[in-house]
């Protein structure tokens, strides 16, 4: 699958683009804040329905404008979509798929699978659960329509029990009906705990056959699904914890609180790995997630890197690139330095200058 072209309309500092992709290597290259990243982001949203920056919609709309729009041609096993996306600033955003309206975002997903890996997800190990957890979520909402709906509900029934608990239900007479909204809160719960246990088992096997690749087998890495509460034990400790989540006036037990496990050689490489250690298992993740997509869906996942080259060192560069064959890569970078000359195919490469965007001849 690949992106055969993006249109976009009063979409972040572009007026007005069009821009079409080769289904391997594109370059995007320029100085810093000149619209690069923001290219990559459109098609992000356009696949996800959601940035990776986690920005709100009016905030990705051109300054003084009131929609902005993004267009995606898009061709999986020779079979062509298009995606239409209007972004609002005081309304829900729109989303057609060949021309018909969908009802859901959840009727997006999977259409094709996106993979964005940016310098911010190096520090994925080393930040807090929630970074882990997106990891996680974003991924699996992709490769399935259930789990994605799953967690959209979870999350619906979370925010009212949370409403509850702040002292709204008290004031409205609702406290009385925790009950019901904790039934619910447990159904789609067990999905979700199941559904991550499921991904962490089979990405654990790709992580460590990649590691071993980078390392040279001169680290043994393990990763583990760190549950807030297993999915048999959901119930009984909502109940057990509704005293302390009056108290604290939030919900304290749940997959909102899961996190992900990594250990180096035995030990907790969040806590106890360097720098080096950290970065380099960050990496395992993504280039895993490359590979576990691929085995699943029989079809390659399109790849956007944001600058990721310049912060890494030539090692994990070629571990990087050595992955990616074969896989349309749309790549942002400030230079376009030697290393990117002499070890990758350049079948586009673009300037990017002032949000104007120019194809370099011969290419």
Not at 144 to 150: A, F, L, V
Not at 197 to 214: A, P
Not at 272 to 287: E, M, P
Not at 346 to 355: A, C, E, H, L, M
Request: aromatic letters at 6%.
């Amino acid at each position: 699958m690949y992106i055969e072209s993006v249109a976009l309309t009063n979409f972040r500092n572009y007026e007005s683009l069009e821009l079409e992709f080769s289904d391997k290597t594109n370059i995007l290259y320029g100085d810093n804040a000149q619209g690069k990243t923001n290219v990559l982001e459109a098609s992000y949203v356009g696949a996800t329905t959601r940035s990776h920056r986690m920005a709100r919609d009016k905030d990705m709309i051109r300054f003084g404008e009131e929609e902005a729009h993004i267009r995606l041609n898009v061709k999986k096993r020779e079979v062509g979509h298009r995606i239409d996306m209007h972004l609002r600033k005081n309304k829900s955003k729109s989303v057609m798929i060949d021309g018909l309206p969908i009802r859901r975002s959840s009727e997006l997903f999977g259409l094709i699978n996106i993979i964005f890996f940016s310098p911010e997800d190096l520090s994925i190990i080393k930040e807090g659960p929630g970074e882990r957890r997106r990891f996680m979520d974003m991924e699996l909402c992709q490769l399935s329509r259930i789990y994605y709906g799953n967690l959209a509900g979870y999350n619906k029934v979370l925010n009212q029990r949370n409403n509850i608990l702040r002292g709204v239900g008290a004031r409205n007479g609702m406290l009385d009906t925790l009950e019901v909204w904790d039934d619910q809160l447990v159904q789609y719960g067990k999905r979700i705990i199941t559904e991550r246990e499921n991904f962490i088992r089979m990405l654990r096997e790709v992580v460590l056959r990649v590691h071993e690749k980078i390392t040279g087998g001169k680290e043994s890495i393990e990763i583990r699904y760190e549950p807030n509460v297993s999915a048999d034990e959901f119930a009984e400790m909502l109940q057990k914890k509704r005293e302390t989540d009056l108290r604290y006036m939030t919900t304290m037990t749940g997959p909102q609180r899961d996190d992900i496990g990594i250990y180096i050689d035995g030990n907790d490489v969040r806590v106890y790995g360097s720098q080096g250690q950290q970065r380099t298992a960050a990496l395992t993740l993504k280039l895993a997630e490359i590979e576990l997509v691929r085995e699943m869906i029989s079809d390659t996942p399109i790849l956007l890197l944001d600058d990721v080259m310049s912060e890494l060192d030539g090692k994990r560069r070629e571990a990087l690139l050595g992955s990616i064959q074969g896989i349309q890569t749309i790549l942002t970078c400030t230079g376009y330095d030697d290393f990117i000359r002499e070890h990758m195919e350049q079948d586009r490469i673009y300037r990017v200058t002032k949000g104007v965007i120019t194809r370099e001849q011969g290419r």
